[in-house]
Nanobody
Framework: QVHLVESGGGLVQAGGSLRLSCAAS????????LGWFRQAPGKEREFVAA????????YYADSVKGRFTISRDNAKNTVYLQMNSLKPEDTAVYYC???????????????????WGQGTQVTVSS
C-alpha cells in the first residue's frame, strides 16, 4: 500500500516552468514504477511521463517530450516532474500514480496503475 501526495502546481505564464513533486508513504517506494498523468476539463485522463523502479528508464508522451523531465529520488520517496516551456494546453490537473512491479518496466496506461494521488492544478496563462 502506498499513499501519494502531489504538490507544486500553480499558475504560470506561457514559457515558464514548474516542478511538481509527489511524496509517497511506505518503505517499499523503490518497488514501484511511477507515472504522471493529467486531466483537462471535459477530457479523459492522459499519460504524461513514466519512470521505472530505478529511475534508469523513462518515457514521455509526444506532447511533452523535450519539455518535461520525470525523475525520482528513492531515498526521499519522491517523484518529480520538471515542466519547462509550458504552454496553455498543458493546463490540467496533474496526478502521480504508482504500481508495484517486479521488473524493470515503466507503464503508460491508467489501468496499469493501482495507486493515485489527489492531483495538483497547473494553469498556464497565455
Amino acid at each position: 500500500q502506498v499513499h501519494l501526495v502531489e504538490s507544486g502546481g500553480g499558475l504560470v505564464q506561457a514559457g515558464g516552468s514548474l516542478r511538481l513533486s509527489c511524496a509517497a508513504s511506505g518503505r517499499t517506494f523503490s518497488s514501484y514504477a511511477l507515472g504522471w498523468f493529467r486531466q483537462a476539463p471535459g477530457k479523459e485522463r492522459e499519460f504524461v511521463a513514466a519512470i521505472n523502479r530505478s529511475g534508469g528508464r523513462t518515457y514521455y508522451a509526444d506532447s511533452v517530450k523535450g519539455r518535461f523531465t520525470i525523475s525520482r529520488d528513492n531515498a526521499k520517496n519522491t517523484v518529480y516532474l520538471q515542466m519547462n516551456s509550458l504552454k496553455p494546453e498543458d493546463t490540467a490537473v496533474y496526478y502521480c500514480a504508482a504500481t508495484i512491479t517486479g521488473g524493470n518496466y515503466y507503464y503508460i496506461r491508467t489501468n496499469e496503475y493501482n495507486y493515485w494521488g489527489q492531483g495538483t492544478q497547473v494553469t498556464v496563462s497565455s
